[in-house]
């Protein structure tokens, strides 16, 4: 079935540095994208989202970048902090009215 | 404003045992989410409340599990003879209402751990 998968299970970073987290989605019918960050022992946390309409979203040193002819989406992170290591999860609508798809996570570690 | 709060935070059961996991989602969001999420892994969908609509259960994984939500807020997810394969990070989330447009606003999960 069509799922979104993530290319890098794990990356690391030296603290200071930009980070870009990629994402790969199959379904073409997918039209809605967020971002999440899980920390150990807590829940999901909402970074951005991004609509279909848009290829580029910014926040406060995140932005998103969606690029619907090959399916694929971004995260990249400025000036990446020690407090950004975490588990990065994206996930998309895909053809539902309802429910979210979410990718299996990239590990980001950042070195002091 | 709270956010969504998930009791017990940590369970730990013997194999056979009931439990009950317990989720109050953010007042005023109308859809409520369950999920697994087992070690290392994404967010399995288990089932999904969206006011008094019936739910989709098409995520439930056996007929062990069961959920329900009363007066459309509180909701709880009931696992029955546990079994060790049970054993992982329970998540609820809520959104204002269910889109797959909305963001979903998840807790800190429950850890089950079925001995």
């Known amino acids: 079935g069509e799922s979104v998968g993530l290319h890098l299970p794990t990356l690391s970073v030296q603290e200071g540095d930009n980070s870009i987290i990629n994402c790969a989605y199959s379904?073409?019918?997918?039209?809605?994208f967020i971002w999440y960050k899980q920390e150990s022992g807590k829940g999901p946390q909402f970074i951005i989202d991004i609509r279909s309409n848009m290829d580029k979203r910014q926040g406060q040193r995140v932005t998103v970048l969606l690029n619907k002819t090959v399916k694929h989406l971004s995260l990249q992170i400025a000036a990446t902090q020690p407090g950004d290591s975490a588990v990065y999860f994206c996930?998309?609508?895909?053809?539902?009215?309802?429910?979210?798809?979410f990718g299996k996570g990239t590990l980001l570690t950042v070195n002091p | 404003g709270a956010g969504v709060s998930q009791s017990p935070s940590n369970k730990v059961t013997e194999k056979g045992k009931d439990v009950e996991l317990r989720c109050d989602p953010i007042?005023?969001?109308?859809?409520l989410y369950w999920y697994r999420q087992s070690l290392g892994q994404g967010l399995e969908f288990l089932i999904y409340?969206?006011?008094?609509?019936?739910?989709?259960k098409s995520g439930l994984p056996s007929d062990r599990f069961s959920a329900e939500r009363t007066g459309g807020s509180v909701s709880t997810l009931t696992i029955q003879r546990t079994q060790q394969e049970d054993s992982a990070v329970y998540l609820c989330?809520?959104?204002?209402?269910?889109?797959?447009?909305?963001?979903?606003?998840f807790g800190p999960g429950t850890r089950l751990l079925v001995l």
């Open positions: 007042s005023g969001h109308t859809a």
């Open positions: 409340f969206q006011g008094n609509s019936a739910p989709d």
């Open positions: 996930a998309d609508s895909g053809g539902s009215n309802y429910k979210l798809t």
């Open positions: 379904n073409s019918a997918s039209d809605y």
């Open positions: 989330a809520s959104s204002l209402v269910a889109s797959g447009r909305e963001t979903q606003y």
